[in-house]
């Protein structure tokens, strides 16, 4: 069925148990995964009459990529315990979803698992939903756990 599993993380509580499922469905199918972060690049905040300088920019950047390397990397080692072979991905997109697309594509994946947040309401139209964007443009099956 399949054979190479894109894992999307953000490291929240439901990406873990989303993580945790598609392991063990690569497991029973004798399949790899790839755990991914997307890391958004900054270009300028603006923040109260402040502008965060280069400097500033650069150091949130390196404590997102040092983030995403953590929550991959704790994939990994649950794939490892599980005797699931795992690669680690972590990668600047312009958004969430077209990294998540971009990495499944370049990875050579045949499924994405995913979890949802389950947003509702205003919190949805506000923060948007990165799970929607995915099955509204993957060109692969979808797999959203909840």
């Keep these: 069925m399949f054979k190479h599993i894109l894992i999307p993380t953000d490291g929240s509580p439901v990406a873990n148990k989303a993580a945790k499922a598609a392991i063990a469905l690569a497991g029973r199918l004798g399949a790899k995964v790839t755990a991914?972060?997307?890391?958004?690049?900054?270009?300028?905040?603006?923040?109260y009459g402040y502008v965060f300088d280069q400097k500033e920019i650069d150091?949130?950047?390196?404590?997102?990529r040092a983030a995403g390397q953590k929550h991959v990397d704790?994939?990994?080692?649950?794939?490892?315990?599980?005797g699931v072979p795992?690669?680690?991905?972590?990668?600047?997109?312009?958004?969430p979803y077209e990294g998540i697309i971009a990495a499944a594509k370049?990875?050579?994946c045949d499924v994405i698992f995913?979890?949802?947040?389950?947003?509702?309401g205003i919190s949805r139209l506000i923060?948007?939903?990165?799970?929607?964007?995915?099955l509204s443009h993957a060109s692969i099956p979808v797999v959203v756990y909840r």
Excluded at 74 to 82: E, N, S, T
Excluded at 127 to 134: A, H
């Design 36 to 47: 991914y972060c997307a890391l958004v690049e900054l270009q300028t905040i603006y923040v």
């Design 59 to 64: 150091s949130s950047a390196e404590r997102a």
């Design 74 to 82: 704790a994939i990994g080692r649950m794939a490892k315990a599980a």
């Design 86 to 95: 795992c690669a680690a991905v972590v990668a600047k997109a312009l958004t």
């Design 106 to 108: 370049k990875r050579k």
């Design 114 to 120: 995913m979890a949802s947040h389950g947003r509702r």
């Design 127 to 134: 923060m948007g939903s990165v799970t929607q964007k995915v």
